[in-house]
């Protein structure tokens, strides 16, 4: 059964997932989904040096996987009713923080990826990423929410609203994807993840991930790719 997902019209997806927790961690506090088959994926990473952010970021994700289960319907449709669940989960955060402020906020970034039909969307609360490879050129789709100081401006949980980032295109065959939390870059900068993004698909999350690591990141990393090779 086609959920979600614009019927009769989604490109044959592929995608791969990687994550790893940071040794500064005890626990690994992001949290991803990826459906293929629905055209959606999302990554979440619990905020740093606040409470709980495992347990916000799991909230995040379980809100946005849920999605899967509802009849295909338009592409707008998708992108609102995207928004709805997670300006759910961050009512119910922030509400357990003012509840009992004395214990700090409970939150986390998020980003999800929407492909149906030829379009990809990306709606973003924070700084994970969304690049996008396309004709061995690498862009930048998504637009860090922080300030000078690298403070986060918008995330899920930290106010009574978000202040979501969208983007819509047009996708190309060979278009290839590539979600990430703000581990990844830790241990690596754009020039190296273009590079290694041009170099193949297959195993391009694990590889991503492993260099990170090799190259110093001591944080939580979660890498998704998402790539079509034809459209039907």
């Keep these: 059964m086609n ?39 999302t990554v979440a990473d619990g905020m740093g040096g606040h409470r709980d952010g495992a347990l916000a970021s799991q909230a995040t994700v379980q809100s946005v996987s849920q999605l899967v289960t509802q009849p295909a319907t338009s592409h707008e449709k998708q992108l609102i009713a995207l928004e709805a669940v997670l300006s759910q989960v961050n009512r119910a955060l922030y509400a357990s923080y003012l509840a009992a402020p004395e214990l700090d906020v409970s939150g986390a970034t998020s980003l999800s990826l929407v492909i149906s039909g030829s379009y990809a969307s990306c709606i973003w609360a924070g700084d994970s990423r969304l690049y996008l490879l396309r004709e061995h ?13 690298g403070r986060l401006t918008s995330g899920i949980g ?20 590539i979600l990430c939390t703000d581990g990844l870059l830790k241990g690596m900068d754009e020039t190296m993840l273009a590079n290694m993004a041009a170099e193949g698909t297959y195993g391009l999350a694990e590889r991503l991930t492993a260099r990170s690591i090799a190259g110093g990141s001591s944080d939580d990393i979660t890498v998704i790719t998402v790539w079509a090779d034809a459209y039907g």
């Design 3 to 41: 959920t979600f997902g614009t019927p009769g019209l989604q490109p044959p997806l592929r995608s791969e997932a990687v994550t790893r927790r940071g040794t500064k961690h005890i626990v690994n506090e992001d949290c991803h989904f990826s459906d293929a088959a629905s055209g959606l994926f």
């Design 137 to 149: 050129h690498l862009f930048l789709i998504s637009e860090d929410h922080a300030d000078e100081s």
């Design 158 to 177: 930290i106010a009574d609203a978000i202040a979501f980032g969208r983007r819509t295109l047009e996708m190309m065959p060979g278009d290839v994807f």
